[in-house]
């Protein structure tokens, strides 16, 4: 089955989809990822662009990654 | 009824024909008095209708906006009345609406302090100097900001069990009030020092700006669905009284609410302070209706057929309290939007007869707690509205054994 990652989402609303994001999102320095506490409320309301923006973390490397790991990701996410 | 429909279109093509003449260089003046008499009897949902319907049919947004400028001319300029804000916190003088609109100022200034600095940078002398320590100095104001977050916005959310994201955003502020401090004492004390004005300086400015993006995308969306308008309001209340940045709200803000008393008289149900009310087995005066409602052991609340908080009793220890100001709210509006569609379900079930009760248990302390919900209807079946009967039924779970004798 295609694994589509969608850069607008809700990080809680991708990770609920693909648990399996979770430990990519860790690795890339989302480390409040493991904390439920944080996901649980943050992660329900910010979308992953956003939270990329906020840790300084590069949108393409996390897309690259996401590639990487199987997942696709469409074009328009990419800019 | 196709009558209507046929103004309706007869009046979307004139619009559309009022846009056109704005869009060859008519002026706002010359078209005024068209889209007076066009509009004339018309409600403003309608006049926004349309311009969603010439939206929808490919008409850009831009073209639309011109009008803006003539409903200003014919409204007196208010253009609010057609452009009404579609969520609470669009309206001014929401707490969120307000804590956005200083967040535009903070920015503001942000980016004047930062012109500042690179002016200091370039070539440093007393009146850079002076300039960035005023902007500085201004930006101390943040702190009113903060103070309603931490003190208003923050109880609230730990009372929903979100606790960490406060936590973790109050040690930022803090660590943002000490940094603009620091630059402020270097400033004063040792200006010359640039490298270390500019490192402190620049790391300060960013921490606000960064502040700002995880307040927009974190903390207002968060708040937003999860406080109930109820608590907005005593928010707003209390909002005054730790006063604001570098703006202030222009407009008061009032939860909408419904006059249950004078909706009761409009719809002809006579008040009936004296005389008796007759019941299926027997007349009371009110005062002995209200007596014996607040007696019984056990608190209700009845919201009208059409959503609104109508009674409730006032029994000596009412499980969920209930301030006099939920009176005429909307039902909707007492809850949590996160739980909103739950209490609309068993409003919709109880209407609609699918069902004739609905009811909860839960632990609360040292309570056990049943809440039901009872649909209401007159002996011809027809809705009147919901009850709610809350118990704490701890007590009388316990109960063993009998009891024949009184207690002395």
Redesign the interface.
């Known amino acids: 089955m295609e694994r589509l990652l969608n850069v607008d989402q809700t990080v809680l609303g991708l990770v609920q989809q693909y648990p399996e994001a979770v430990e990519i999102l860790k690795d890339l320095g989302f480390e409040n990822i493991t904390n439920p506490a944080m996901l649980n409320t943050v992660g329900r309301v910010i979308t992953l662009r956003k939270g990329a923006a906020m840790k300084g973390i590069a949108l393409d490397k996390i897309i690259r990654t996401f590639r990487d790991m199987g997942f696709t990701v469409r074009e328009e996410y990419s800019v | 009824m196709s009558e209507m429909i046929n103004n309706r279109e007869y009046r979307q093509k004139v619009l559309k024909e009022l846009i056109g003449e704005l869009h060859r260089g008519k002026s706002v003046e010359e078209v005024k008095e068209r889209f007076g008499e066009l509009i004339q009897g018309v409600s403003t949902t309608e006049i926004s209708q349309m311009e969603a319907a010439l939206v929808a049919e490919g008409m850009p947004v831009e073209e639309i906006q011109r009008l803006c400028d003539v409903h200003a001319a014919v409204f007196k300029g208010s253009i609010e009345e057609i452009h009404r804000p579609q969520k609470p916190e669009e309206t001014p003088g929401h707490p969120i609406h307000t804590f956005r609109m200083e967040n535009r100022a903070i920015e503001a200034l942000v980016d004047r302090i930062r012109e500042d600095l690179a002016a200091y940078n370039d070539g440093e002398d007393k009146k850079t100097v002076k300039k960035l320590l005023e902007g500085f100095e201004e930006l101390t104001e943040i702190e009113k900001h903060y103070l309603r977050k931490e003190n208003l916005l923050f109880p609230y959310m730990e009372k929903y069990g979100?606790?960490?994201?406060p936590k973790?955003m109050w040690g930022v502020d803090d660590e943002i009030r000490e940094a603009v401090k620091k630059v402020i004492a270097l400033l004063k004390s040792n200006p010359a020092d640039k490298a270390k004005v500019y490192e402190l300086a620049d790391e300060a400015l960013t921490k606000v700006s960064?502040m700002i993006?995880?307040e927009e995308?974190?903390l207002f969306?968060?708040v937003l669905?999860t406080l109930t308008e109820d608590e907005w309001y005593h928010i707003y209340n209390e909002s005054k009284d730790f006063g604001y940045t570098l703006v202030k709200p222009k407009a008061k803000w009032k939860p909408v609410r419904v006059d249950v008393e004078e909706k009761a008289l409009e719809s002809g149900e006579e008040p009936s302070n004296d005389g008796y009310i007759e019941f299926d087995a027997g007349i009371m005066t009110p005062e002995e209706v209200n007596a014996v409602l607040n007696t019984l052991p056990l608190d209700m609340t009845f919201v009208d057929k059409d959503g609104h908080v109508k009674y409730f009793s006032m029994g000596k220890e009412r499980i969920f309290s209930r301030p006099k100001t939920v009176l005429g709210r909307e039902v909707q509006n007492c809850h949590p939007p996160a739980s909103v569609h739950v209490v609309e379900k068993i409003v919709e079930d109880l209407k609609s007869g699918k069902k004739d009760h609905e009811d909860f248990w839960i632990r609360m302390g040292p309570r056990y707690v049943f809440i039901r919900y009872f649909a209401v209807r007159n002996a011809k079946g027809e809705y009147l509205g919901v009850l709610e009967v809350t118990q704490d039924i701890k007590p009388i779970q316990e109960i063993t054994g009998e009891k024949r004798l009184a207690t002395d």
């Open positions: 979100i606790t960490t994201p973790v960064d993006f995880k995308s974190i969306p968060l669905e």
